[in-house]
C-alpha cells in the first residue's frame, strides 16, 4: 500500500488501478460463492466456504472501497469494534432458538 | 496545552466550560473545539449513520437466523425458490447472482467516480455517479421482478407459503424489502448529488469530498447485500 497514504486534509486518492484490482477480486468471489451453491456443495464444507467468501468481499468493500484501511485507528475502532455486539446478541439468540426448537418438538408436533 | 503543567492545563484548557453552569455549561462542554476523529462532520456522521444500519440489518439477520433455527417445519431451499428457467432447464438462483454482479459493478463505478472527484474532475465524476445510479436502479428492477414472480407464481406470503416454513416470507420480504428501500434511497441520493456536481454548487468548498460520503453510503448497501446473499440465498 506504499504511495497509497491519504494526504494530510484526509483526502483519500488512490490509484485507480487498485480499485480494479479490488473490483475483479471482488467478482471473483461472487462467482466463486455462487458455485458453491451451483455444485450443490453440503454440510461444513458449504457453510465454511459461504462464510469465508462472504468475510473476504465485505473486507475488501469496506477496506477498500470505503477506505477504511487508510482512516485513523480513532475511527477504525468506533466502526468495526460496536458491530462485534452483534455476535453476543446472535450467541445467546441461537441458544434461545435452540431451545425453541426443542420445546416445539416437545409439545408441538 | 501539553507542555504545560496538569493543574495549569485544566484550569485554561475550558474557560468557556468553567464559566458557565447549565444547559449552556453543557452545551460549552462539547462544544469546545474537541475533536476526536481527524475527518469532516460529513464524513464522521455518514459513518456513525452506517454504524447504526449496521445495526438494524445485524439484527434483521439475527432474527432470521432465530426463526429458521426454531421452526420445525423444513426451511424452503432458496436455490430452487429462486431457480429461473432458462434454456429448457432450472439454472439455480440465476437471478439474485445476475443482481450480485450488477451491484458489484455498480461499487466498482462508485469508487471510479470518488477517485474522479479527487481529481477534481467533476464531469467525469457525475457521469460514474449516474451508471451507478443505472445500475442501482437496474438492481430495484430485478428485486421487483423477483417479488413479482414470488408472490403471484410462488404464492409467497409473510405469513405462509407452499413450500415450507411459514417463517421463510417474513424474513425474505423484511430483509430484501429494506435492503431494496435503501438501494432505492441510495439511487435517489447519487442523482441529487451528481446533479448538485454538475450545477456547480460545490465549487465554494474547494473540494468534492461529498462524492466520497455518497460513494460510503452506496459501498454500505453492497456491504450488506454481500451478507445477505451469503446468509439467506445461498445458505
Known amino acids: ?109 | 496545552m501539553s507542555s504545560l503543567p496538569a493543574t495549569t492545563a485544566s484550569l485554561v484548557s475550558s474557560p468557556a466550560a468553567a464559566s458557565t453552569a447549565g444547559l449552556r455549561g453543557l452545551v460549552a462542554d462539547w462544544s469546545s473545539d474537541r475533536q476526536a476523529f481527524q475527518v469532516s462532520w460529513g464524513k464522521a456522521m455518514m459513518w456513525i449513520f452506517l454504524l447504526s444500519d449496521t445495526f438494524i440489518f445485524g439484527t434483521f439477520l439475527t432474527g432470521y437466523m432465530t426463526v429458521r433455527m426454531s421452526t420445525t417445519v423444513p426451511w424452503p431451499n432458496p436455490s430452487q425458490v429462486f431457480a429461473l428457467h432458462v434454456g429448457g432447464a432450472d439454472v439455480p438462483l440465476l437471478l439474485i447472482a445476475v443482481m450480485t454482479f450488477v451491484l458489484i459493478s455498480s461499487s466498482g463505478t462508485m469508487a471510479m467516480a470518488v477517485n474522479c472527484a479527487y481529481r477534481r474532475d467533476r464531469a467525469s465524476a457525475a457521469r460514474l455517479m449516474f451508471v451507478t445510479a443505472a445500475f442501482g436502479a437496474t438492481f430495484v428492477g430485478m428485486q421487483a421482478f423477483e417479488w413479482t414472480k414470488l408472490i403471484l407464481d410462488e404464492g409467497v406470503r409473510p405469513w405462509g407459503n407452499p413450500m415450507g416454513a411459514a417463517q421463510f416470507g417474513s424474513a425474505f420480504f423484511m430483509i430484501t424489502g429494506f435492503h431494496g428501500l435503501h438501494v432505492t434511497a441510495g439511487v435517489i441520493y447519487l442523482l441529487v448529488v451528481a446533479l448538485r456536481l454538475l450545477r456547480g454548487r460545490y465549487e465554494n468548498r474547494g473540494h468534492y469530498q461529498i462524492v466520497e460520503i455518497a460513494g460510503l453510503y452506496w459501498h454500505f448497501v453492497d456491504l450488506v447485500w454481500v451478507f445477505i446473499f451469503a446468509l439467506f440465498y445461498l445458505w
Request: charged share 10%; with cysteine.
Open chain 1, 1 to 109: 500500500m506504499q504511495g497509497t497514504s491519504p494526504s494530510p486534509a484526509g483526502q483519500q486518492q488512490h490509484p485507480i488501478g487498485l480499485y480494479l484490482k479490488v473490483w475483479a477480486l471482488l467478482f471473483l468471489l461472487s462467482v466463486m460463492s455462487y458455485a458453491v451453491d451451483y455444485f450443490h456443495l453440503q454440510g461444513l464444507l458449504r457453510w465454511s466456504l459461504i462464510l469465508l467468501f462472504m468475510m473476504l468481499k465485505a473486507g475488501l468493500i469496506v477496506a477498500v472501497f470505503m477506505h477504511l484501511a487508510w482512516e485513523r485507528l480513532a475511527l477504525i475502532c468506533a466502526i468495526v469494534l460496536p458491530p462485534l455486539a452483534l455476535l453476543v446478541l446472535v450467541g445467546l439468540m441461537a441458544s434461545e432458538a435452540g431451545h425453541v426448537h426443542l420445546t416445539r418438538l416437545l409439545y408441538f408436533r
